[in-house]
């Protein structure tokens, strides 16, 4: 029973920036990885960034020079700060968490997806 709340996306300018955000909301007991992914029409649904428990952060390398992802440990919240963005960044963005439930369970969940549209 863990929900995953995303905001954050829009339209903006090529070089603008957006940064989108990740509520983990329900019985959580740890959380062990949190990413990012995107999915353009008729395309997989490839990670862009990710944060494990340690803090640890990964990136696609389209996104590792722009990028930052973050996380706020008491608010159970992921950040994804995108700088310079790109026509080519223009995708629905979908929030991954993954971890323990109280019950002792695991969970993986998704978010419901932010359109994010970079274009003049």
């Known amino acids: 029973q863990v929900q995953l709340v995303e905001s954050g996306g829009g339209l903006v300018q090529p070089g603008g920036s957006l940064r989108l955000s990740c509520a983990a909301s329900?019985?959580?007991?740890?959380?062990?990885?949190m990413g990012w992914y995107r999915q353009t029409l008729g395309k997989q649904r490839d990670l862009v960034a990710s944060?494990?428990?340690?803090?640890?952060?990964n990136y696609a390398d389209s996104a590792k020079a722009r990028f930052t992802i973050s996380r706020d440990i008491a608010k159970n919240t992921v950040y994804l700060q995108m700088n310079t963005l790109k026509p080519e960044d223009t995708a629905v963005y979908y929030c991954?968490?993954?971890?323990?439930?109280?019950?002792?369970?695991?969970?993986?969940?998704w978010g419901q997806g932010t359109q994010v549209i970079v274009s003049s």
């Open positions: 944060i494990v428990s340690g803090g640890s952060a």
């Open positions: 329900g019985s959580i007991f740890s959380i062990n990885v």
């Open positions: 991954n968490v993954a971890g323990l439930r109280q019950s002792g369970t695991s969970f993986d969940s």
